[in-house]
């Protein structure tokens, strides 16, 4: 019987060895294993270009859907892509990282065009290394760049000025929501819808924030703007995330007889026009943009020619629209 129960506590002893052999030994199997798929990784991506694609905001929705199209437009192309951008809006650190892109020496960089001699110096200085750079959402024209991808901003302006002046004749005082004061396109479009309510006799537009591409600021800003011209009938945002702020900021005032018209085709602006909160929008196609960059990049490489400027058409979202494709929320 004593040997009976030395041998099952001999066994009982072998087996938690057993079991901790096991969890010592399987970590470094998987780790092995991870290895030898870097490697393989490595391997087969030296066959590969890359093309670093810099966005104005990392997890801005806009942004997201413009890495997506480019994403799988580089999927048929055996391109890779490394996508980056600050966290939140920084032109400082958005110049970081297109020079930090350069100094890696990727085959190709796309990248927002925006204001200022050191990002049209850093844009030349990958073209004279070697490196093409397509401007995508914002331009850079009087750089080097070889092209730019993406909607023309000032016709898009001209086209929400059409949207707010067939509205309504009297709902002439506007109050107007930019995303960046930095970015070309932000501006382009403010140059173009000023041009459409500038010809509009009594219409007028009583003042200009920038939101700093954040809902909350928009909101903020929207809700100074009303209590400081509180005459104001019309509110426009000019970059995505726009018109929620400005409905929220609208709320916070306790205003509701205010028409809003927005920037692009998230879901919340969708939800927005779908309750009648936000009359219009303009909207662009930001998958497109960044499959058509991709497709322009391969071009490049191959040796052809590209057109310096390739713009994407913009459409316009309202609720009649969502009500015919049956797409409302």
Known sequence: MFNRYRTLGLIGILLVFCYFLYQFVSPTLKIDHLVREMNRSS??????????LIAQELDN???????KGANAAAM?????????????????????LLEKSIAAKPDAILVQGMKGQPYKQLINKAIDQGIPVITIDADEPDSKRIAYVGTDNREAGKRMGEL??????????????????????????????RSM???TPGSEIVAVRSSNISRIQAAKQTEALLKQYPRIQTMVGLSSLDAAGIVEGLKAADRADVRV????????????????????SV????????????ELVDTVFKGDAIPVQHFIATSTLDRDDMKSKGNSP
């Not at 929705?61 to 890495?67: H, K």
């Not at 107007?176 to 396109?185: M, P, Q, T």
């Open 61 to 67: 929705p806009f942004w997201r859907a413009v890495e």
């Open 76 to 96: 048929q192309r055996g391109i890779a892509i490394d996508y980056m951008g600050p966290i939140r809006i920084n032109p400082t650190e958005q110049t970081k």
């Open 283 to 294: 909207v662009q196609q930001p998958r497109e943009i960044g499959a058509q960059a991709i």
């Open 164 to 193: 707010v002046i067939q509205d309504a004749a009297e709902r002439g005082r506007i109050g107007v929501i930019i995303g960046s004061e930095w970015a070309d396109n932000q501006q382009l479009r403010l140059e173009g819808f």
């Open 43 to 52: 391997v087969v991506s030296k066959s590969m270009k890359h093309v670093v």
């Open 197 to 199: 309510i500038f010809n």
């Open 261 to 280: 018209f927005g920037f692009d085709d998230l879901e919340v602006t969708r939800q927005g026009i779908a309750d009648g909160h936000i009359t219009a």
